[in-house]
């Protein structure tokens, strides 16, 4: 008769590895269930001297629809695992099935990666941490707290529903910000195409003719004549500052002067706070209600908002926390969170709901960028309309004024 190695969960919480013998791997998760166990693994131990059988999806090589690892692939990999889990599929299987789903050959190899780990005794979130670019320390360390409870599921589906609101959150702000950003690119390259290809055809029939030049058509003649001549080094110049300045943001002193910049700009330095804000409170309720230390959330939150200021006043609020003070007192101290933020932290700490408040302040924030973000497309598109029209009209009436002269292109 086999014999199987396998780890699971009790009722406590508490995780026990053992070995047993039964007819078949299927029997063995049967006795487990029948004992209330949550399994995380069964290996089978005793092997063939030809090796354990490959299956058919491993004998054929799977077909992949791109390499790179898309935030949807996090999505269904968390919504799949959840419900497997919840109607109790062993984790091995789960991930196997998960695995033959899989639509990103990256992604597929770190499931696959993932899936050994636990077949040979790892917990999930140790399998997980192995690949910290796909999976962070938030993930981790969800993950453990559902380990540790046996509600990986209900953390999942909870993660899940957080993943899906970033991601719709992300897409409001950047459909906010692509559309401007168009037509800006199709108005500076139509100058470019100006300046390039019809001022050289203009200035020739106003040189031929004699003409004596208006001061708008001769100044612009003269800009187009200077992009003309140093276009290489306009481009050069650009590109240099563009790399430099992302080097120089990439290191902590560089991003932590930008983001500082950034803060005291009118309009944008309220609403990147309000977004940083709304990052560290979505990240906190979820934590919190997950399960996990207050101390610890502060901890994983000021690695993961992302910007270097808010993550020195969390370190800040972190130490205050564990000298004795509430959160909120040494956030209010900061002069960074708004008031709002401030007095609704205040009641989540009176009446013992936390995690419910930062929600609540999270979807506050939220709605209010949304918000913005919706106005700034409807007022910003006429704008850019009118001001690439002014930018194209002025070239236009700049290179025929000239012609409405017929004396002067007579040339006298």
Known sequence: MPKFSYTVKDAQGNTQKNTAHATNKDAMIGQLQKQNFFIISITEEAVGMLGPKKTGSQKKRKQFRRKKIKLQDLLIFSRQLATMLDAGVPLTRSLTVIETQIESEKF???????KEGVERG????????NHPTVFNQFWISLIE?????????????????????????????????????ILFTVCMGAVMFFALVVGPKFQNIFESMGATLPWITSTLLNIFAFIREKFFYITAAIILFIFIFKKYTKTYTGRLQFEKLLFKMPVVGDIFRI????????QMALLIDSGVPILYALDITERLVDNNVCALIIADVNEAVKQGELLVAPMERSEFFPPMCIQMITVGEETGELSKMLGHVAAFYQEQVETFMKRFSTIIEPFMLVFMGAIIGTIVVAMFLPMFNLSQLGGG
């Open 108 to 114: 597929f190899n770190v499931i696959k990666n993932v």
């Open 122 to 129: 790892d917990a999930l979130s140790v399998a997980l941490a």
């Open 145 to 181: 707290v559902g380990e540790a409870s046996g509600t990986i599921p209900k953390i999942l589906n909870k993660l899940v529903f957080y993943l899906e609101q970033q991601a719709a959150f992300r897409s409001t702000i950047i459909s906010g910000i692509i559309y401007p950003a």
């Open 275 to 282: 977004i940083i804000i709304e990052r560290f409170s979505s």
